[in-house]
């Protein structure tokens, strides 16, 4: 994994879409995203709700240290081994792949 040194590196980043369906996430879902070409992180949908007093449903997810094409092993899921803290998103990444 590359280490980004600057802040013009990080907006030459960009995600790579996986799938061209639209889905609904469910609370449970474990879902795989890709950073960079052949960088595949492995997450979690915890909780849908409401967060800071807006009137939207939004995501609470987990992003685990688990790098891999192949989906990790359940203990590799577990809330003491994220790679950032717990975040909370929209829809459109599950939306649009």
């Known amino acids: 994994m590359r280490i980004l040194k600057s802040m013009e590196e990080a907006n030459e980043c960009t995600a790579i879409r996986l799938t061209d369906k639209r889905q609904r996430a469910k609370v449970g879902d474990i879902f795989r995203l890709s950073p960079a070409v052949g960088v595949f992180l492995w997450g979690r949908l ?41 975040s909370v998103v929209n829809n459109l990444g599950f939306a649009r792949g």
């Open 46 to 86: 915890i909780k849908k709700a409401s967060f800071f007093g807006l009137g939207v449903e939004l995501n609470l997810v987990y992003v685990y240290d688990a790098m891999g094409f192949d989906r990790p092993a359940p203990a590799a899921l577990a809330p003491t081994n994220l790679i950032l803290g717990p």
